[in-house]
């Protein structure tokens, strides 16, 4: 390599920095990244303690990595350079064939024992049943399709563990399990399908007593087939086909209340908008919320009952709406008074504390349900 050569490619190398660098300068700064489904840092106000104590330089880097010209397009490269490789795992998840799965880590501090503890104790104040409705994730149900030798923690020994509360159990485990072999979860995204929140819901129903619902009973509505879910955020595997998402519970003669901004307003069971967002998730029930209620005045006198819910509870309780005359989803998340207190306040006749696994053992707001 002679030297005229050197400093020619040492030169293009510099002016490629130095263009990106222009860009960036230029380029007005993005406020959230839809491929990612997350807000991007912005520009960090200066100050000299911030330097001081290095809060300014961790914060610069994220700005500049956050806001870096292209960064879509570097992220699905950087994926595809790694699959190329021979690389399974990004960021997380799984590349298992056409599907994504997310790797479940084993919880920290010991927050899932701490969590079954906060439950016991919600269902010692609680005058109404309450049932642990624990679900499995895919990591779980499809564990044949993640690449050999991956790691992920062992969900359906926690089921075993949390048994031993000796509260009733909704078996999700042995509902999904028995329908492994359906396009029970998405591809790319971490929640169930309606298909498989539709079984999820025949689950409660049978450890509640109450009659099975029937696939017949129901004409699913396709809604989308451009859905890129978080697990496609996440991964920065972007060359999946998209997932299809459907609607199967129509609307008519249910009555839903939202308590999204802290007063009751009227709310909707499916909120269509989302559909042309990258959150298309949230289009059940409109996505997270402190508290919802829906009513089903065609069932009057069959019961109330309470889920303390995550987002898996969104495709579910409209399912729940075919046998109850009201569905209460409290999110311990957002909603700050105690549990047995607005069960009792409503006359709840079964309470389900329904949970992703995933999310029940990292979530440190179960601690609400002790008070």
């Not at 799984?94 to 969590?115: F, Q, R």
């Not at 699913?220 to 060359?239: A, C, K, M, R």
């Not at 709310?267 to 298309?280: A, Q, V």
């Not at 709406?321 to 957002?334: G, I, K």
Request: include cysteine.
């Amino acid at each position: 390599m002679t030297k005229a050569y050197s400093r020619f490619v040492t030169a293009l190398f510099c002016l490629f920095l130095g263009g990106l660098l222009v860009w960036h300068v230029l380029l007005p700064n993005r406020d959230r990244s839809e491929v990612e489904n997350r807000t991007l840092a912005q520009k960090p106000e200066f100050s000299w303690q911030a330097l001081k104590d290095g809060t300014y330089t961790a914060a610069v880097e994220e700005y500049v990595a956050d806001q870096f010209p292209l960064r879509d397009q570097w992220t699905g490269l950087k994926a595809r350079t790694e699959q190329l490789i021979g690389k399974h795992l990004f960021n997380g998840v799984y590349l298992c064939g056409d599907t994504l799965i997310s790797k479940v880590d084993a919880p920290a501090d010991g927050l899932d024992e701490k969590n079954l503890s906060y439950v016991a104790q919600l269902a010692e104040k609680t005058q109404a049943p309450v049932y642990l409705g624990l679900i499995p994730s895919a990591a779980e149900i499809w564990s044949d399709l993640l690449p050999d030798g991956a790691e992920s923690w062992d969900q359906a020994a926690f089921l075993d563990r949390a048994a031993e509360l000796g509260l009733p159990m909704v078996d999700f485990l042995g509902a999904l399990s028995a329908h492994a072999d359906e396009p029970i979860f998405y591809r790319t995204d971490h929640h169930w399908t309606t298909l498989g929140a539709f079984y999820g819901a025949n689950a409660v129903l049978e450890a509640v007593g109450k009659e099975p619902l029937s696939q017949d009973d129901f004409t699913p509505e396709t809604v989308t087939e451009d859905f890129n879910g978080t697990l496609y955020s996440t991964s920065g595997i972007h060359w999946l086909t998209p997932d299809t998402m459907e609607f199967w519970v129509e609307d008519t003669g249910l009555d839903i209340t939202t308590w999204r901004s802290g007063s009751p307003q009227p709310g909707t069971l499916y909120d269509r908008s989302y559909l042309e967002k990258k959150d298309k998730y949230s289009a059940f029930l409109g996505g997270n919320q402190p508290l919802c209620v829906i009513r089903n005045e065609a069932l009057a006198g069959q019961g109330k009952i309470l889920l303390i819910r995550d987002s898996y509870s969104d495709a579910l309780a409209p399912f729940l709406a075919q046998r109850f005359e009201e569905v209460h989803l409290l999110d311990a998340r957002y909603y700050r008074a105690p549990a047995s207190q607005y069960a009792a306040e409503n006359d709840i006749d079964a309470v389900v504390v329904l949970q992703s696994i995933p999310n029940f053992i990292t979530d440190r707001n179960m601690v609400l349900l002790s008070q």
